[in-house]
């Protein structure tokens, strides 16, 4: 049996490696902090203000654990959560794209984004960085059934809070913005999920009426 004097010398032995990763942690956990400071397009439900895209991804974390049932059964919940905490962070240096922009500006986000991706992540410990890297790009290439309902939970929940039950709307924001524009840009992310598709329309139908967008 290995006594305490032993463990002792091993723990002074490996104290140095520790740090050095602990450092590494807390550096990365220092500048994700900054999300905080990314400002997004959508307002809070009651309109006081814009949303923070760390406000942005705790509410979809939030989302994904309240609407489990919606998901097919074979998504992984956890990995959807995990997938959801970590798709934003590149925003703290590629900063956020409202999601109808131009196809040319995606695409010139999607290359901020993936260097983003590598400063931000090479923050990590070597063992870490790919998994978080991967995380962020699984989300990205929506081909897993938990990266699918993901994404359509995060194209739902900017709706839910701008013409959910009492939202005011962004007619002021976004003029531009019709009902039929926006259900043709949210149709590929949630036309998967009947129920949630379903309510998305509704939702955006008692929106024309009351008058917070735009029929179009």
Known sequence: MTNQSENDRIAEATYPQVIDRLRAQLAFLVTCDRLKNVVRTTHLHDGSRAENSAEHSWHLALTALTLAEYAPPDVNLPRVVELLVIHDLVEIYAGDLYFGATDEQHDEQALQEQAAAQALFGLLPVDRRGHFQKLWEEFEAKQTSEA??????????????????????????????????????????????????????????????LGTIAAG
């Open 148 to 209: 699918r309902f993901a994404k359509a939970l995060d194209a739902l929940q900017p709706m839910l809070l701008t013409w959910g039950e009492g939202g005011k709307g962004c007619l002021e924001r976004e003029p531009d913005l019709t009902a039929r524009r926006l259900l043709m840009l949210k149709e590929k992310h949630l036309q998967a999920f009947p129920a949630l598709w379903r309510w998305a329309q509704q939702m955006i139908d008692e929106a024309t009426r």
